[in-house]
């Protein structure tokens, strides 16, 4: 009898330790731990779940709809569709949705459950976790503001690229322009100084082919 009050007390030892150890991991990661009696629509949250909320842990138990008016007025439609669903199959799965806080701060949830196994019809229980994942959405957003900017600045580089090949394709078109008439007028000169017919023809010749290309 003595060794099984000792081996009682090295099992309830054991258990302690393996709780806290569950506890920390949980704290760790903001993990909360929940369970759903679909009999009785009653759910149980534990202090973490609690905290999350930023409410005691006294007031955080009680029927499904208890933290209703928690959620935000964008998720609260397809939280409840996602409930609903949930008691009718018995599977409830993953969602994600945003809560408000008493003081004004929203916060993003991450909730997972799985029911308990049951031989005959539905399931009695579903367990679950939950997980402030708003640091992750935050940074998700950044990112994505990130990726915006460069985005937007890529675009004002190309934008900026063309306008400068099109100003030196102007620039340089001009230059070209204003170099042939230059030519042009000096053949014109020479073909009206020349002595001999035949230059000025093939100077006269060479003015059109300027002409022809200064319209082009």
């Known amino acids: 009898r003595f060794r099984d009050i000792i ?4 099992m309830e030892e054991s258990l302690q ?13 903001k993990l909360g731990v ?3 009696n679909l ?8 202090g973490a779940y609690a905290r999350m909320y930023g409410i005691p842990e006294s007031d955080f138990n009680g029927p499904l709809g208890l933290l ?9 439609a397809g939280m409840e569709a996602h409930f609903r669903l949930a008691r009718l199959t018995g599977e409830f799965g993953y969602f994600e949705v945003r809560i408000i806080r008493p003081d004004d701060v929203v916060r993003w949830l991450a909730i997972q459950g799985r ?21 992750r959405k935050e940074a998700m957003d950044r990112l994505t503001g990130y990726r915006d900017q460069l985005r937007s600045l890529a675009l004002q580089l190309t934008r900026s690229e ?9 620039g340089l078109h001009d230059q070209i322009g204003q170099t042939l008439a ?21 100077l006269q010749k060479m003015n059109n082919e300027f002409t022809q290309i200064i319209k082009d």
């Open 182 to 202: 230059a030519m042009k007028l000096s053949l014109s000169t020479l073909a009206t100084e020349s002595d001999s017919d035949s230059r000025k023809q093939s």
């Open 34 to 36: 929940w369970e759903w």
């Open 162 to 170: 063309e306008a400068t090949r099109r100003q030196i394709a102007n």
């Open 115 to 135: 029911s308990a196994a049951c031989t005959v019809g539905l399931p009695k229980y579903i367990h679950g976790i939950v997980q402030d994942i708003t640091d």
């Open 17 to 29: 330790v393996s709780e806290t150890r569950l506890r920390r991991a949980l704290d760790g990661g």
């Open 39 to 46: 009999e009785t629509d009653q759910v149980t949250r534990d």
């Open 7 to 10: 081996q009682r007390r090295r």
């Open 68 to 76: 209703a008016h928690f959620l935000h007025p964008e998720d609260r």
